[in-house]
């Protein structure tokens, strides 16, 4: 895409002047707070041609829901919030549903018994398992995407997962100070900004011509392969089901 974010930024402004983007509160921490959102936006609003689903963080505990917060933000947040939009999508076709991943995700795995037990994907409070435990949910990223694909075949709505590229962003904002001290300096040398980040977010929402390639995984605006556990249709079934049941939608 060769319109730019500081582009697309300064046109938003404009717009919002005439009323043409409107604020809403969405906490992902919690279940409720997504249900509100979806129901106030689908009042309000009688559009929805693109759904990006960029939330996300690395951090310990539970949230009031009860589930781990990396799994729950990361993933049930974005779950639940695109089945409740989706007949929206639908109607406003051609639309599409971008979910931001990680190249992490290939690092990731699925334990079903652990989010069965713990409503979690994996245990542990370590910087070093938080990390893990952020590379699970980017692959429960991958994996939803494949699964969409497959669901929404024969309608008017497309979706992507993608990998963003390293981005110096505040995600570890809830990190301990000994932490962020010691990976200021490597996101100040090797780490992309803000606005190259957002590049193939908006190619996979905006670009004309890659409706054929729905389901697939993104980085640096062209289709990447993605190992076989990120694209195992078993595993990708059994990951929404058990999703339908954590958000109360089965």
Known sequence: VSVTLTTLTK??????????????????????????????????????????????????GKTEDGFGRIFGVNHL???????????????????????????????????????????????????????????????????????LAKRLKGTNVTCYSLHPGAIKTDIDRHSNLWWRLFTAPILLLFFSDVESGAQTSLYCALQEGI??????????????????????DAVAKKLWEVSERLVGLA
């Open 11 to 60: 046109k938003w402004y404009m717009w919002s002047l005439n009323k043409y983007i409107l604020p809403y509160q969405k906490w992902t921490f919690l279940l409720k707070s997504v249900r509100s959102f979806a129901e106030n936006f689908l009042n309000k609003e009688s559009r929805l041609e693109i759904l990006i689903n960029n939330a996300g963080l690395v951090i310990g």
């Open 77 to 147: 947040g974005h779950f639940l919030l695109t089945i409740l939009l989706l007949e929206r999508l639908k109607e406003c076709g051609p639309s599409r549903v971008v979910t931001v991943s990680s190249m992490a995700h290939c690092r990731g795995k699925i334990d079903f018994d652990c989010i069965n037990t713990h409503k979690d994907l994996g245990l542990g409070n370590s910087t070093l398992a938080l990390l893990m435990l952020y590379s699970h949910s980017k692959l429960c990223n991958v994996l939803f995407t494949h699964e």
């Open 211 to 232: 409706e054929p390639l729905t389901g697939c995984y993104f980085s640096s605006c062209a289709v990447q392969n993605v190992s076989a556990k990120a694209r195992d």
